[in-house]
């Protein structure tokens, strides 16, 4: 069974203060691994895909990288604007996609 | 505007009375799935579609049902809808198979009472 595990649940951080949102995960074979940003209320918007060991991608202050059990998605200097639930998710070969609970990300001006 | 839609975006029913949710893209998308997400439990895969008459089984099958007669539509039926199935439901889509990015509809909270 395919199982993602997020943490930490929650972070805060103060503007400009950059850290690291983890993604452990269990796929029988790998076929992408996605991070996508909710908003309350809304449905999660899609921010990157990552498909084998070593890949890299960035987008603004956003970086993600992928080893072959974990997922690092990097925020470099927040602003309030990146508070959000940022999602973890694995496709495997069932054609099934699991997502892990989230980590809830809160920036203070 | 590329979007999946869902409707409604708000439901309050009682137990037992068959409901539907209705979701249509508009971006020619082969595959679809619907989700439930529960507060610690986060998003479920409940049914997914990889074509036009091609379903099967997520994590949480139980008490639904869907349908796949047209490409843009996937509706998630609710037979008998007890309270335990109250939470919020997203369906989504994306080009092809389950390693394209996933485009999500904007939720509908449901209510079993």
């Known amino acids: 069974e395919d199982q993602v595990t997020q943490s930490p649940e929650a972070l805060r951080l103060q503007e400009g203060e950059s850290s690291s949102l983890n993604c452990s995960y269990t796929?029988?074979?790998?076929?992408?691994l996605f991070w996508y940003r909710q908003d309350p209320g809304k449905g999660p918007e899609f921010l990157f895909t990552?498909?084998?060991a070593g890949e890299e991608k960035e987008k603004e202050r956003l970086k993600a990288t992928l080893t072959k059990k974990e997922s690092f998605l990097h925020i470099t200097a927040p602003k309030p604007e990146d508070s959000a639930t940022y999602l973890c998710?694995?496709?495997?070969?069932?054609?099934?996609?699991?997502f892990g609970t989230g980590t809830k990300l809160q920036v203070i001006p | 505007e590329a979007q999946v839609t869902q409707n409604p975006r708000y439901l309050i029913t009682v137990t037992g009375k068959k409901l539907t949710v209705t979701c249509s893209q508009n971006?020619?998308?082969?595959?679809m799935s619907w989700y439930r997400q529960d507060p610690g439990l986060g998003l479920r895969q409940i049914y997914y579609?990889?074509?036009?008459?091609?379903?099967d089984k997520g994590d949480v099958p139980e008490g639904y049902k869907v349908s796949r007669k047209e490409k843009r539509n996937f509706p998630l039926i609710l037979e008998s809808p007890s309270p335990n199935q109250t939470s919020l439901y997203f369906c989504?889509?994306?080009?092809?198979?389950?390693?394209?990015?996933?485009?999500f509809g904007n939720g509908t909270r449901l209510t079993v009472t």
């Open positions: 989504a889509s994306s080009y092809r198979s389950n390693n394209s990015p996933l485009h």
């Open positions: 579609s990889m074509n036009v008459e091609v379903t």
């Open positions: 971006m020619n998308h082969e595959y």
């Open positions: 796929v029988s074979g790998l076929r992408g």
């Open positions: 990552l498909y084998s």
């Open positions: 998710a694995v496709s495997g070969g069932y054609q099934k996609v699991t």
